[in-house]
């Protein structure tokens, strides 16, 4: 008896020890310099400038002639889209850009938030500083920093950011919203140095804000935004008051995951799987092997040789490549579609904006540059191994490209708030789905605040 309790103890003791271990563990980074050439001895200007995107009869003439220019290679009879984006779809789609969609308006309503770009370790940073035009009396607006993916861009928050800043609701929370572009997409400056990465970024971003004069703010991300975001976390833990995510894989595969995975279907409720759960993880080899393999071949791509693709010049080439994600993460099922089921989601309109704001910025190489900067750094990165104790929240899209039960969540976001499993949506949720996206983060933010309970 005496030996059993010692020895219950003594375990008891190693997993205490352990969890308050983990639990001092903040991620550690240095200042980086990412302009060309050195760092100048004046310091860096902190300057923060007004930006408006723009465009110009020049810019047209070069897309139309571009277009024009296009040569199709016919699909294969009955692919739909297994083999990627159907040639005769994308034909159509050519069309409508070619002769019906405006670029112009569509400046217009890129600006009709306002635009900044400021240099922050030599580079120039892009972003939305959305301030809500009327705050409660006796309140003050939540600031929160919403950071986009690939191959999205911060048009994406475009149907969220109103019903976030907007107080149609009385008893709702109002947000001012900060929209950065990753450096590399969008209008933010390329780095012109090798490794700049996910805690790059979110070192970059802490700075941003800080500049902004918040101390402390909410956070909000899907894809790329979703390690960028928890790397913002674990950096500065104290500085992020809540971290709200739709995406959230796996990144260090523990025991628990792998006895879930093993035993779960058969014994669904001592890992607490739903019946939701056991349908999207079941059978393991189909549902999380063979999907993944069918999705990723352009991830195998960009983490190792992304500067030969270089569809920046092959203009349909940029196009296909940017669509076909929107039409398969939105939807598994839409490869089995004619039309990828493009507009059943989303208008070409907005489709279009966001692969113009690709060509227009000629940011593509960058962009997938990042994929190599993480990958290439193995599995076994720092930010891989450390928890993140910050309060978390979880939105659960059916239609996830990776599903990611509660338990699952919980091995890395140890202070998880909410877990929502939504009714509908894909990865690219927050531009799918804005107004449930938009319920889930104030229901997190109100809980975190303190202003509803758990």
């Not at 980074?29 to 302009?35: A, P």
């Not at 994308?90 to 112009?104: A, T």
């Not at 595969?253 to 999207?280: E, V, Y």
């Not at 877990?419 to 799918?432: I, K, L, S, V, W």
Request: net charge neutral.
């Amino acid at each position: 008896m005496f030996t059993e309790v010692l020895l219950a103890l003594v375990i008891g003791g190693l997993i205490y020890f352990l969890v308050q271990r983990s639990k001092n563990q903040v991620l550690t980074t240095e200042d980086g310099w990412w302009g060309s050439g050195a760092p100048r001895d004046a310091g860096e200007d902190d300057t923060i400038r007004s930006f408006r995107v723009t465009t110009s009869d020049q810019e047209l003439e070069d897309l139309y002639r571009r277009i024009d220019l296009t040569r199709p290679f016919p699909s294969l009879e009955d692919s739909q889209f297994n083999y990627g984006f159907n040639s005769q779809y994308l034909q159509k789609v050519v069309s409508y850009w070619r002769n019906e969609f405006d670029w112009r308006k569509q400046v217009d309503k890129l600006n009709q938030y306002p635009h900044f770009k400021t240099k922050i370790e030599g580079i120039d940073i892009h972003y939305l500083h959305v301030k809500p035009k009327k705050v409660p009396e006796g309140t003050s607006a939540v600031p929160l920093i919403m950071v986009h993916g690939w191959p999205g861009s911060f048009y994406e928050f475009y149907g969220l950011i109103p019903l976030l800043t907007d107080l149609s609701n009385p008893h709702n929370l109002v947000f001012e919203v900060v929209c950065p572009s990753i450096p590399g997409y969008g209008f933010s400056e390329a780095p012109h140095k090798k490794g700049f990465d996910s805690v790059c970024a979110a070192r970059i971003f802490h700075k941003l804000m800080k500049r902004l004069g918040f101390q402390q703010y909410y956070a909000h991300a899907g894809d790329w935004g979703w390690l960028v975001t928890t790397n913002m976390a674990q950096l500065e833990p104290k500085t992020v008051k809540g971290l709200h995510l739709n995406f959230a894989p796996p990144s260090k595969p523990g025991l628990s995951m792998a006895l879930s995975m093993m035993l779960g279907r058969h014994f669904p409720k001592l890992f607490g799987f739903t019946d939701f759960d056991i349908q999207r993880l079941f059978p393991c080899m189909e549902k999380l092997v063979v999907e993944s393999i069918k999705e990723t071949g352009y991830m195998h791509i960009q983490a190792t040789k992304p500067d030969t693709v270089d569809s920046q010049n092959i203009l349909l080439g940029l196009a296909a490549y940017i669509l076909e994600k929107f039409s398969t993460w939105t939807s598994h099922d839409f490869r089995n579609l004619d039309d990828g089921g493009l507009t059943r989601k989303f208008s070409l309109d907005d489709l279009l904006t966001n692969v113009m704001i690709y060509w227009t910025s000629g940011c593509i190489i960058s962009s997938m540059r990042f994929y190599k900067e993480n990958f290439g750094q193995g599995l076994d990165a720092p930010h891989a191994k450390i928890p993140v104790y910050v309060p978390t929240g979880f939105a659960c899209f059916p239609n996830e490209l990776m599903h990611t039960p509660r338990l699952w969540v919980k091995q890395k976001y140890r202070k998880l708030v909410t877990f929502t499993p939504m009714d509908r949506g894909g990865h690219f949720a927050a531009m799918e789905e804005p107004q449930l996206m938009a319920e889930d983060i104030q229901k997190f933010t109100k809980i975190v605040e303190g202003k509803v309970k758990e």
